[in-house]
C-alpha cells in the first residue's frame, strides 16, 4: 500500500524535478516507509511506500529486467503466487518476491489483459520506454483511488488531490455540476471531483495514452455481470458462500507483517473474523467504541473476540474528535462529508499503532443487501403510484416537521421523515435520497448562483438518467448503484483516506470477485425480505455465532451527529459556517446557510448530516481553493532517493 504520483508530458515541457519531488512527499503519511522516484525527459514516477509484500526488495518505482517497461503502483495483489508461477511455466523470471513485479512480467505477456488476472485492490501506471505509453488501471470497486488530469499533451495522476493541486494540474475552480451532486450526496459523485479538469479513474477502467492523447480505454469487469450459479438448496448456498469466503480471507492474510481486524460486531466483520482467526492468526482486533448511549457497538464485538479467542482492543470515540476534524477533512481529499470518517480516522491511528495491515468487513451490506434502503426502495415502488404528485408533495411537507430522536442512531420517525420527503421523487432517485442529504430542491434553495441551482436541482435525475424510467426496479438493481456510486465514493473512499492517513492499509476480503460474483446471484429471498436484510449473511453467522447474534438490529458506523452539533461541536460548525466563511465559495446563500444552521440548532429539525457537508465543504475550499499547496513553500525533498534504469534498446537497436 503506498502513494504514487506521476507526470508525463510527451512534448517533455516539464516542471523542474525538484518540485516533482515535492508534490511527491505530499504523499508520505501513504507510505512512511520510503520514497522514491524515475525520470528521464518527459516522464517522472514518484513513490512512497509502505512496506508489507517483499519488505526488502519490492522498492519502486520498479522495472523490467530489460528497463523496457517501468512501474508505480498502490495497492496489494492477493493472487500474485499464482500469477507469479503462471508466468514462470511461460519462461519469465523474477528478481524479488514483490506483487508488484507480477504486474509487470503479466504486462509484459498479457498486455492490458493482465488486470481481468488480479485479484487485489490497486492503481498503478505503467510506462511503456518502447512504445512511450502510458498504462493506468484500478482495481474492480474502486478500493484505491486514482486521480488524473490529462490533455494538452500530458498526463498526471496521483493518489491523492493535493500533488495535482500544488503542481498546478486541473483549473483550481470548482466543478458546480460535482457540487451540485455533492450537496445532495455528502460525496461527490461518478468520475469528477470537486476541482475542474480533474477527475477520477473508474473502477475497473484501464486507459492507454499515447502521444496522440487517450489511445484505447475499457472497463474489464461489472457488477452487472451474471457469472456465477447458485445451488437451489439453503444449505449448499451457505456451504459454498462459505468456501469463498474462506478463500477470500486466505488470500488477504497474505502479508509479511502481522495482520490485524477492524471488529464492529456486526454480521460482516464477524464473518471475516471467525474466517481468519480459523484460518491465519490474527494479532489483535480494535472496536470504535462511541461513548455516547446508544451508539456503542463494544457488546457485540466484546462478545465476537471472545468466541475467537483475539485480544480486543477498545478505542473510545467522543465528543473530542471534533479537535481533529480539519486534519481529517484534510486527509479525505476531495470533500467527503461521512461523518463516521471520525470512527475510522481514531480507530486507524490505534491500529497504526501496532499494526500495518487490518481486515474489514467493508462491501457486505451492498453487495448482500444490508441496508434498510433496499426495503424502503420497495414499499417507494409499490405506494407511489397511489396518490398523485400534489398529494405526496403535501406529505412530503408535512414529514419536515415531524420530530426526531437525537438520542438513537436512527430513530422510527426520522426514518419516516426522511421516507415521506422522498415520495414525489422517482424511486431510483428516492433510493439515492436514504444516504443523501439535501434533497434536490432543498439544495438548490442553498444557491446563489444560476448554475449550482440548475446543477443541484438535476443532480439526482442525472445520475439515474441512463435507466429505464418506467421499468421495476429490483432489489439487483439498487444493489449494482450502490455499488457504482456509495460505495466507492463514500465508503471506500472514506476507509482509504482515514487509515492511509496513519498509513494503515485495509483489507475487504468481501470485495473478491468471486465472493462478488455469488452474493449478486442469490435469489432475492436470500437478500432481503421485508426487514430482514443480507438473509444469506445472516444465516452464515447463526452457524457461527447464533441467531441471536446473526439477526441483531443493525447498529450503523456513525456517531451521534445531531445532538454533537448542537453541543460539543456547536462553536466548531458556527465559526466554519458564519456567513464571510460561507461567501467566500461564491456559489452558496450565506443567508440560507444560516437559517438552516438556525433550525437545528434550535431542534426544529434534526439537520446534522447536512450541516456536516456543509462544514466539509468550507474547510476543503480554504485548504484546497482559497490557500491550496503552494510547490514553492514545500520541504525540499531530500529523502527521496533516485531510482536508476538503464536505457532501453529502440527498434534500430539504439539506446
Not at 153 to 170: D, M, N, Q, T, W
Not at 389 to 401: F, N
Not at 520 to 525: F, V
Not at 611 to 640: H, I, K, N, Q, Y
Request: hydrophobic share 45%; aromatic share 8%.
Amino acid at each position: 500500500m503506498c502513494g504514487i504520483f506521476g507526470y508525463v508530458a510527451w512534448d517533455q515541457g516539464m516542471p523542474p524535478l525538484p518540485d516533482l519531488c515535492k508534490v511527491t512527499n505530499l504523499l508520505r503519511h501513504r507510505g512512511p516507509d520510503g520514497g522514491a522516484y524515475w525520470q528521464e525527459p518527459g516522464v517522472f514516477f514518484g513513490h512512497r511506500r509502505l512496506a508489507i509484500i517483499d519488505l526488502s526488495t519490492g522498492d519502486q518505482p520498479m522495472a523490467t529486467a530489460d528497463g523496457r517497461y517501468v512501474i508505480t503502483f498502490n495497492g496489494e495483489i492477493y493472487n500474485y503466487p499464482e500469477l507469479r508461477d503462471e508466468l514462470r511455466d511461460h519462461g519469465a523470471g523474477f528478481r524479488t518476491s514483490s506483487d508488484t513485479e507480477v504486474i509487470l512480467a503479466g504486462y509484459a505477456r498479457w498486455g492490458p489483459d493482465v488486470v481481468a488476472r488480479l485479484e487485489g485492490m490497486f492503481a498503478f501506471a505503467l510506462y511503456d520506454r518502447f512504445d512511450q505509453t502510458l498504462f493506468i488501471a484500478r482495481d474492480r470497486f474502486g478500493e484505491k483511488p486514482l486521480l488524473l488530469a490529462d490533455g494538452g499533451g500530458r498526463v498526471v495522476f496521483a493518489s491523492e488531490l493535493s500533488p495535482l493541486v500544488a503542481i498546478g494540474a486541473g483549473s483550481g475552480e470548482i466543478d458546480v455540476d460535482a457540487l451540485g451532486g455533492y450537496l445532495c450526496l455528502n460525496y461527490v459523485p461518478g468520475t469528477r471531483t470537486m476541482l475542474r479538469g480533474v477527475t477520477r479513474l473508474a473502477p475497473a477502467e484501464w486507459r492507454l495514452y499515447g502521444k496522440e492523447g487517450l489511445r484505447q480505454s475499457a472497463r474489464y469487469w461489472s457488477a452487472d455481470d451474471r457469472a456465477a450459479t447458485v445451488p437451489t438448496s439453503d444449505g449448499e448456498v451457505l456451504d459454498q458462500l462459505q468456501a469463498r469466503l474462506d478463500q477470500a480471507v486466505r488470500l488477504t492474510l497474505r502479508s509479511d507483517v502481522p495482520v490485524g481486524l477492524f471488529l464492529s460486531g456486526g454480521v460482516d466483520s464477524s464473518l471475516v473474523a471467525q474466517a481468519a482467526a480459523r484460518l491465519g492468526r490474527l494479532e489483535a482486533a480494535f472496536c470504535a467504541d462511541v461513548t455516547t448511549e446508544g451508539f456503542s457497538e463494544w457488546r457485540g464485538a466484546a462478545a465476537v473476540a471472545r468466541r475467537i479467542g483475539v485480544e480486543l482492543v477498545r478505542v473510545p470515540v467522543d465528543p473530542g474528535v471534533f479537535s481533529e476534524f480539519l486534519e481529517v477533512t484534510r486527509h479525505l481529499d476531495d470533500p467527503l462529508a461521512d461523518s463516521s470518517a471520525m470512527n475510522v480516522w481514531t480507530v486507524s491511528r490505534a491500529a497504526a499503532s501496532r499494526l500495518k495491515v487490518v481486515l474489514s468487513g467493508d462491501g457486505g451490506d451492498e453487495l448482500f443487501g444490508g441496508y434498510l434502503t433496499y426495503a424502503a426502495s420497495q414499499w417507494h415502488q409499490r405506494l407511489r403510484p397511489l396518490l398523485p404528485a400534489a398529494a405526496w408533495s403535501l406529505l412530503a411537507g408535512v414529514a419536515g416537521r415531524l420530530g426526531s430522536n437525537d438520542r438513537v442512531k436512527v430513530g422510527r420517525g426520522y426514518k419516516l421523515q426522511r421516507f415521506l420527503r422522498a415520495m414525489p421523487l422517482a424511486t431510483r432517485e428516492a433510493h439515492l435520497t436514504w444516504n443523501g442529504t439535501w434533497l434536490p430542491a432543498q439544495a438548490a434553495a442553498l444557491a446563489s448562483d444560476d448554475r449550482l441551482r440548475h446543477a443541484a436541482a438535476d443532480a439526482l435525475r442525472t445520475m439515474t438518467r441512463a435507466a429505464d424510467p418506467v421499468a421495476r426496479v429490483t432489489v439487483r438493481d439498487l444493489q449494482v448503484a450502490d455499488i457504482g456510486e456509495y460505495l466507492v465514493n463514500d465508503i471506500l473512499s472514506k476507509v482509504d483516506r482515514a487509515t492511509m492517513g496513519h498509513g494503515l492499509e485495509s483489507r475487504a476480503p468481501l470485495l473478491n470477485k468471486d465472493v462478488a460474483a455469488f452474493a449478486l446471484a442469490l435469489p432475492e429471498r436470500l437478500r432481503t425480505s421485508g426487514s430482514r436484510t443480507k438473509i444469506a449473511l445472516r444465516e452464515l453467522c447463526a452457524r457461527h455465532y447464533g441467531r441471536a447474534h446473526a439477526y441483531a438490529p443493525k447498529q450503523g458506523f456513525s456517531i451521534p451527529v445531531h445532538s454533537w452539533l448542537r453541543e460539543d461541536g456547536r462553536a466548531l460548525m458556527t465559526s466554519l459556517l458564519a456567513p464571510e466563511r460561507v461567501d467566500r465559495i461564491g456559489l452558496l446563500d450565506s443567508a440560507a446557510v444560516t437559517r438552516v444552521m438556525g433550525e437545528h440548532l434550535s431542534g426544529v429539525r434534526a439537520l446534522g448530516w447536512e450541516l456536516w457537508g456543509l462544514m466539509v465543504l468550507v474547510a476543503w475550499f480554504e485548504d484546497r481553493v482559497s490557500a491550496p499547496p503552494d510547490v514553492r513553500r514545500l520541504p525540499e525533498a531530500s529523502d527521496l532517493r533516485a531510482v536508476n534504469i538503464p536505457a532501453v534498446l529502440s527498434a534500430d537497436g539504439h539506446a
